[in-house]
């Protein structure tokens, strides 16, 4: 009951919302994560299907794939690939 001082006054109207907002949030991050998975799993695929073709890269040796979320400055990219070009160190 001590909360009561700090919180004034609610109602449980108010939590079930608050509580409904953090269960589709939670929803909606499960998803987007499945949905991260199956475009990263597409994109290894689409690599690997050139590289059966044409036994390369093209004009790159190698492709680095991440295989969690990047931070490039304020911006989080989900998905990315590092193409390293032929003729670099």
Aim: some cysteine; proline content about 1%; hydrophobic content about 35%.
């Amino acid at each position: 009951m001590n909360y009561r001082t700090c919180v004034k006054n609610f109602s449980w109207l108010t939590v079930r919302e608050v509580v409904v907002d953090w269960l589709e949030e939670s929803r909606r991050s499960i998803k987007e994560h499945h949905l991260e998975a199956s475009v990263r799993t597409a994109l290894i695929t689409a690599f690997k299907n050139y590289f059966f073709i044409h036994g390369n890269y093209g004009k790159y040796k190698k492709v680095d794939i991440a295989d969690k979320q990047i931070k490039i400055g304020n911006h989080t990219i989900d998905i990315s690939a590092e193409l390293t070009p032929i003729g670099s160190g």
